[in-house]
Nanobody
Framework: QVQLVESGGGLVQPGGSLRLSCEAS????????MDWYRQAPGKERELVAF???????AYADSVKGRFTISRDSAKNTVDLQMNSLKPEDTAVYYC??????????WGQGTQVTVSS
């Protein structure tokens, strides 16, 4: 059994920064790709960024140059540094981790609100 716990969401003014973190615990043998998704009210969940086991990254066009995804394999964590935040970044953010044969798990979600 694996658990994912997210932290770091909150309210921030436009132009501000937040750092989200997702920590995996439990029976972990391997971790492949680690993703961050988001879902705004009335919209579908969308992929924001991912990082492979080899450290390769990719980003949605809407966040390129502002967001940075990183992982710490020793701590089983994946972070999302979000800078120059805009009101349209407001959403619930979810991490998703591929544990190989153990399956894919989602975090519970953390609210990010960008507003003045």
């Amino acid at each position: 059994q694996v658990q994912l716990v997210e932290s770091g969401g909150g309210l921030v003014q436009p132009g501000g920064s937040l750092r989200l973190s997702c920590e995996a615990s439990g029976s972990i043998f391997t971790i492949n790709t680690m993703d961050w998704y988001r879902q705004a009210p009335g919209k579908e969940r969308e992929l924001v960024a991912f990082i492979t086991s080899g450290g390769n990254t990719a980003y949605a066009d809407s966040v390129k140059g502002r967001f940075t995804i990183s992982r710490d394999s020793a701590k089983n964590t994946v972070d999302l540094q979000m800078n120059s935040l805009k009101p349209e970044d407001t959403a619930v953010y979810y991490c998703k981790i591929d544990f190989g044969w153990a399956g894919t798990y989602w975090g519970q979600g953390t609210q990010v609100t960008v507003s003045s």
